[in-house]
């Protein structure tokens, strides 16, 4: 398992089954398959993007558009901290 994607994992396993953590950030799918870099590691592959805040899960469809539209990678990113910030709230 690549480091990133156990992180990920890590994080909201251990409370949702393996289908839940799958959804997609994007468009809500139960067709997430992919855990994507929001801040692209770039071509030297930098393990310092390797952070919960960074990694998302997406369907391919949806992988593929924040690859070509800067403004929907943002979404994802916002998307991304509400789901976080709303899993860490209901620790509380």
Known sequence: MQKHTKIFNDFW???????????????????GTDIHHIDNKGSGGS????????????????????HSDKNYNIQVRVNTLRLIADHLEGQI
């Open 47 to 66: 393990k310092f993007k390797d952070y919960l805040e960074n990694l998302c899960c997406l369907c391919r469809k949806c992988h593929q558009k924040c």
């Open 13 to 31: 396993l251990p409370e949702f089954t393996i289908a839940q953590t799958y959804q997609c950030f994007g468009c809500n799918s139960w067709f």
